[in-house]
């Protein structure tokens, strides 16, 4: 099975790969359930970290706590913190708690890998990332359902996660040569990024960074997905990959990981907080930089009949229980059309069921990150409730879908608020959760202002009848990607990703723009920028 084309270029001329002898059967990776023995839906997490000892027993120390992948060494910490999985609640495994000088040496011993990596040429680098990937491939199932206790996926959403991260990093294999002509790494790239998707997102970019040339540093995301990370991140060391992962505190990683002079480059996910400060210190250095941070994804609904098609997008919209950068959570509603849309959100959400993701009974999403989170959300909820704000839908727990005595702090079923005051936090913030704001206007220009909220999103979109309407709306949306009649996703390969106002800042990423991000050339870099 060919992973690299031949391409036209100076860097990649007669560029073939193929996958390494662990193929077999047609060019199909063997998945390795041999660490675990049987169907895994029926494990506990305590037999999948077994078979994850098993796989890599390189990433745990003598007690079973696991270490820190660094310039290939596995590094000991000062002290460990417990990995909680959402689910139940049960502690999966113990991460490492690097301090500020232990990490602050590792960004001197990553930034070390550098130089003899990028003097490889493409060729060697993409032989290894391509056998990086079998190793991925070995053990996806382990890495899937490990992935579904770090942070509360349910088995599709894991396996959807764990498959994008190989499909992506398989396209860009096939398509470096050409992207990457004429480009030379920065040096050390840093990643920081939340929890959500750390195989689609963070280890995809891992991967890419890396083929480019550059060697790359990660911090461990704060509240889950330690776990199934560091053990891809040991079968990417195996490989031979310049790799590094640590687990800390962000208060005592960011100086380190973002302000140290051997960083290179700088990708974070994460909230408008953080993002804005690690933004103001990178603006005053020459560092590359490409910061995606929340923003209120908004669905503006005027002159519109479709609404089974809508009931659909309201549906699938519930995705890992809206725990995603791009989830819409504020509908902003032609005033006449509130009660059909209140009537068929209802009716649609209704269907959903919230429960445990792994008992092997159907749910469509399982927790939240933590029961903090589901603290969070529940005081906003009563505090807007107290303000005058009505609850139009308040979901329930799947009582079929938990075992006996389970613990519940996790679990929120969904939310639709109407008539948010605007000094709420609901009315202004993104939830990062099952929790939805109705607004009802009276006007197209009160339609735009209200969609526009949050200075600056990542998508938004417009379900309307009318095509020139939805033209005419789309272009005043200050999204960077705008649906008409459909959601938005983040997508990935050939297609950019950003974001307008305080949702971006920097490079633009996905495709040619991910490589260019994180490379230096003739070709101008595309993004959002201070003024």
């Known amino acids: 099975m060919t992973i690299l084309r031949s391409c036209r270029g100076s860097s990649c001329a007669g560029l073939q790969l193929v996958w390494s002898a662990a193929t077999a059967r047609g060019g199909t990776p063997v998945l390795n359930t041999e660490a675990v023995g049987e169907p895994l839906i029926h494990l506990d997490s305590r037999r999948l970290l077994a078979g994850a000892r098993h796989a890599v027993p390189e990433a745990f120390d003598a007690q079973g706590r696991l270490l820190s992948p660094i310039a290939g060494r596995w590094i000991q910490p000062h002290a460990w913190f417990n990995a909680s999985s959402p689910i139940d609640g049960s502690v999966i495994a113990e991460l490492p708690l690097l301090g500020a000088a232990q990490v602050a040496s590792g960004v001197e011993q990553a930034a070390e890998e550098f130089a003899p990596w990028a003097a490889r040429p493409l060729e060697d680098r993409a032989r290894t990332v391509a056998e990086a990937v079998v190793l991925l491939h070995a053990h996806r199932d382990l890495l899937v359902r490990i992935l579904a206790w770090d942070i509360g996926k349910t088995l599709p959403t894991a396996s959807n996660d764990v498959d994008r991260c190989l499909a992506g990093i398989a396209w860009y294999l096939e398509r470096m040569g050409t992207m990457i002509d004429s480009r030379k790494p920065l040096g050390l790239v840093s990643n920081i990024a939340s929890w959500n998707y750390p195989f689609s997102v963070l280890l995809l970019n891992v991967l890419v960074q890396t083929l480019a040339g550059n060697s790359v540093i990660a911090k461990i995301p704060t509240q889950g997905g330690g776990v199934s990370l560091t053990l891809a991140f040991a079968l990417l060391r195996r490989a031979g990959l310049p790799v590094s992962l640590v687990g800390g505190r962000g208060r005592d990683l960011s100086e380190a990981l973002v302000g140290h002079p051997r960083i290179g480059g700088v990708a974070f996910i994460g909230g408008r907080a953080n993002g804005a400060e690690v933004h103001r210190r990178l603006r005053e250095t020459d560092k590359r930089y490409a910061l995606e941070m929340e923003g209120v994804n908004a669905y503006a609904i005027t002159h519109f009949t479709d609404w089974d098609a809508l009931a659909r997008q309201i549906?699938?919209?519930?995705?890992?229980?809206?725990?995603?950068?791009?989830?819409?959570?504020?509908?902003?509603?032609?005033?006449?059309?509130?009660?059909?849309?209140?009537?068929?959100?209802?009716?649609?959400?209704?269907?959903?069921?919230?429960?445990?993701?792994?008992?092997?009974?159907?749910?469509?999403?399982?927790?939240?990150?933590?029961?903090?989170?589901?603290?969070?959300?529940?005081?906003?909820?009563?505090?807007?409730?107290?303000?005058?704000?009505?609850?139009?839908?308040?979901?329930?727990?799947?009582?079929?879908?938990?075992?006996?005595?389970?613990?519940?702090?996790?679990?929120?079923?969904?939310?639709?608020?109407?008539?948010?005051?605007r000094d709420s936090e609901l009315y202004l913030r993104e939830p990062f959760g099952p929790v939805d704001v109705l607004v009802s206007v009276d006007s197209e220009e009160e339609l735009v202002r209200e969609a526009n909220v949050s200075n600056g999103a990542l998508v938004a979109s417009v379900a309307t009848d009318d095509p020139e309407l939805a033209q005419r709306i789309a272009s005043r949306l200050h999204a960077f990607k705008v649906g008409i009649n459909a959601l938005r996703s983040r997508g990935d390969r050939e297609e950019s990703f950003g974001g307008k106002g305080g949702s971006w800042a920097g490079a633009f990423v996905g495709g040619t723009h991910l490589v260019r991000a994180f490379t230096d050339g003739p070709h101008p870099l595309e993004g959002n920028w201070p003024d």
């Open 315 to 421: 549906r699938a919209g519930f995705d890992f229980g809206k725990q995603r950068c791009t989830a819409y959570t504020r509908w902003v509603v032609e005033k006449s059309l509130v009660p059909r849309f209140v009537r068929t959100y209802v009716d649609t959400v209704s269907a959903l069921r919230v429960g445990n993701p792994v008992l092997g009974a159907h749910v469509d999403f399982g927790p939240l990150i933590s029961p903090s989170k589901v603290e969070e959300l529940r005081s906003l909820i009563a505090e807007a409730r107290e303000q005058g704000t009505a609850v139009l839908h308040e979901g329930e727990l799947a009582e079929d879908a938990f075992t006996p005595r389970q613990a519940r702090g996790a679990y929120l079923p969904p939310v639709l608020l109407f008539g948010v005051p």
